[in-house]
């Protein structure tokens, strides 16, 4: 079944104040996989809640490895697709300053692709449903401050992940595969 390609924009947060704002757009921009947009922005959310964030204001992309290739090449140089890529849109100044803090207002704009997303559940023997609400979470660690380049900070951010994705209602992710890096001869 193919999924449709909409984009759907609503305040996710009921009875939200002006001081408490959590705007969340989906727009699926792939045909492949059929995705419930309406589950993926409930979990997001739990999230967001979860991760105490007061203002968010966060687009989520879902696109195929075609797309997401041409993205992971134009802004981090890598040829290939990658499963989810996040963009910090907050303000430079708040960029460096909260470096590695983690924050109450979140801006930024995440893309995951849908077809990784099928194919990794596969691998790991469960729902690309899942799989894809995990990419979108991982963004969402990303523009709250976490990191993965290091052993240490993966480690956190790992734990983060799973943590994440208990207080929304969902299995741990399975084990991940080790990222392999090229042999430097």
Not at 102 to 123: F, K, M, N, P, Y
Not at 145 to 161: A, H, I, L, V, W
């Amino acid at each position: 079944m193919a999924a449709q390609n909409r984009c759907a924009t609503t305040p996710l947060a009921a009875g939200q104040s002006s001081l408490n704002k959590k705007n969340v757009v989906i727009c699926n921009r792939q045909r492949a996989t059929a995705v419930c947009s309406k589950n993926l922005k409930l979990r997001f959310m739990a999230a967001i809640h979860s991760l105490k964030i007061s203002e968010a204001d966060i687009s989520l992309a879902i696109v195929n490895d075609k797309e997401i290739a041409k993205l992971h090449e134009l802004w981090l140089g890598i040829p290939g697709p990658t499963d989810v890529l996040s963009f910090d849109l907050s303000c430079p100044e708040r960029s460096q300053h909260m470096l590695h803090k983690h924050c109450d207002s979140v801006h930024g704009e995440i893309i995951a692709s849908a077809e990784t997303a099928s194919r990794e559940a596969l691998l790991y023997h469960w729902s690309p449903d899942h799989e894809l609400t995990y990419y979108f979470l991982h963004g969402l660690l990303h523009l709250n401050g976490y990191n993965d380049q290091t052993p240490s900070e993966r480690t956190s951010m790992r734990r983060k992940e799973r943590s994440l994705m208990k207080a929304i209602g969902l299995p741990s992710p399975p084990r991940r595969r080790p990222k392999t890096t090229p042999v430097q001869r």
